[in-house]
């Protein structure tokens, strides 16, 4: 089973455009990750937020987390093709697994 | 520093069959996760290993198998194979300068069970 859930499933944007994706997860957590993956290959981490932080940025990207509501959001701006990929969040809680959630599939139209 | 690298990148077994994936870690990183994606889904941890001994199982049958070796590097078997162990099967390493929390995958290794 997942812990946590993308919304939207798919997104597809302009160039230029900003991106927004959100996780949902239902237990607490230690910290949760963004991670993204090109055509079926390999996840590449993004950003790691921990469960006291409410926000992070790391250049295009902002993640926030909402620990009361069990959610976090990516944002990517200034969108670029090459962003095209599908983003993965993942939580940490108790032991040393990750638990990814469905994925949220970005296409970003030059 | 060479990343994470994984073999065979591509394989096709038939049902009934067992299979190894090898998997070798980022140089320093002595722990490695194994996760299975099936099209279309998240990853799912499969297990991790930490200085050549099981770290953490998901919920995986003990069909799944693996092994770490002194160099860090780890081995996936899977006994048995049935249509449902198609998917890509992805190996990440982590270690000390990076924080335990920083996984870093290979590729993957796809498997065609037919």
């Known amino acids: 089973s997942q812990q946590g859930e993308e919304d939207p499933q798919a997104l597809s944007i302009q160039e230029g455009e900003n991106a927004t994706m959100n996780c949902s997860y239902k237990t607490s957590i230690n910290n949760l990750q963004w991670y993204r993956q090109n055509s079926g290959r390999g996840l590449v981490h993004l950003i790691l937020i921990r469960s006291n932080e409410r926000e992070k940025h790391s250049g295009r990207l902002r993640v926030t987390l909402d620990t009361s509501k069990k959610s976090s959001s990516l944002l990517i701006t200034a969108s670029r093709a090459a962003d095209t990929a599908s983003y993965f969040c993942a939580t940490v809680a108790a032991g040393n697994k990750l638990t990814f959630g469905g994925g949220t599939r970005v296409l970003v139209k030059p | 520093e060479t990343g994470v690298t994984q073999s065979p990148t591509h394989l096709i077994k038939t049902r009934g069959q067992q299979v190894t994936l090898r998997c070798s870690s980022q140089s320093g990183h002595n722990t490695v996760s194994w996760y299975q994606q099936a099209l279309g889904q998240g990853p799912q941890f499969i297990f991790q290993?930490?200085?050549?001994?099981?770290?953490g199982r998901g919920n995986f049958p003990p069909r799944f198998s693996g092994l770490q070796f002194p160099n860090y590097s780890s081995e996936l078997n899977v006994n048995a194979l049935e249509l449902d162990d198609s998917a890509l099967y992805l190996c990440?390493?982590?270690?000390?300068?990076?924080?335990?929390?920083?996984?870093?995958f290979g590729e993957g290794s796809r498997l065609t069970v037919l």
């Open positions: 990440a390493s982590s270690g000390p300068q990076t924080g335990k929390w920083e996984l870093f």
């Open positions: 290993y930490y200085r050549e001994e099981e770290n």
